[in-house]
């Protein structure tokens, strides 16, 4: 499959926890890497793997995986949060990258 | 620290050729896979392709063709040239390496496709 399907909006309340979902048989076989993208400015990585982080980027940001499906979960949602969120893995193949459409975080 | 400086024309006309160049500081392009990503206004990101260590590129079969991705190992560099270009490919271009792994991006470049 080359497709990541993503939730188009989504929305939490501050302090509370969101997941945010992304599905694609890819995902099967290959994890999800997750961008964060604020207006105006380049993505920026934010988990990849099994749970790793960059430096810097806080331990409310986590992910998980069952079947088809990634998900990035935000325990405690910050103001900051508010962002639109990407996944992205290889296809099937293994040739290509795949992007999810995106998910419109906001934080109410 | 990995850093990626990109440059090129940001206004072209309909059937001009898009030219790009990334320039990779604090690292080499020896290692990693190195990526271009555009993102059209107001639209999510897209894959254009990438060019691995051994100079291999692979592109998305949805730019028909029109896409070349090339690297300079000498000057540590990488390229995207993308020939007729038209209004739908008007979008902020990004280099990126190791796209899935590490997340180093440029800082985008604006092209804009019009007559």
């Known amino acids: 499959s080359s497709e990541l399907t993503q939730d188009p909006v989504v929305s939490v309340a501050l302090g509370q926890t969101v997941r945010i979902t992304c599905q694609g048989d890819?995902?099967?076989?290959?994890?999800a890497t997750w961008y964060q993208q604020k207006p105006g400015q380049a993505p920026v990585l934010v988990i990849f793997?099994?749970?790793r982080r960059p430096s810097g980027i806080p331990d409310r940001f986590s992910v998980s995986s069952s079947g088809n499906t990634a998900s990035l979960t935000i325990t405690g949602a910050q103001a900051e949060d508010d962002a639109d969120y990407y996944c992205i893995s290889r296809d099937s193949s293994g040739d290509q990258v795949i992007f999810g459409g995106g998910t419109k975080l906001t934080v109410l | 620290q990995v850093q990626l400086q990109q440059w090129g024309a940001g206004l072209l006309k309909p059937s001009e050729t898009l030219s790009l160049t990334c320039a990779v500081y604090g690292g080499s392009l020896s290692n990693y896979y190195w990526t271009w990503i555009r993102q059209p206004p107001g639209k999510g990101l897209e894959w254009i392709g990438e060019?691995?260590?051994?100079?291999?590129?692979t592109y998305n079969p949805s730019l028909k063709g029109r896409v070349t991705i090339s690297a300079d190992m000498s000057k540590n560099q990488f390229s995207l040239k993308l020939t007729s270009v038209a209004a739908a490919d008007t979008a902020v271009y990004y280099c990126?390496?190791?796209?899935?792994?590490?997340?180093?991006w440029g800082q985008g470049t604006q092209v804009t496709v019009s007559s």
């Open positions: 990126a390496g190791a796209l899935l792994t590490g997340g180093h």
């Open positions: 060019i691995n260590h051994s100079g291999s590129a």
């Open positions: 793997g099994e749970n």
């Open positions: 890819s995902l099967r076989n290959y994890y």
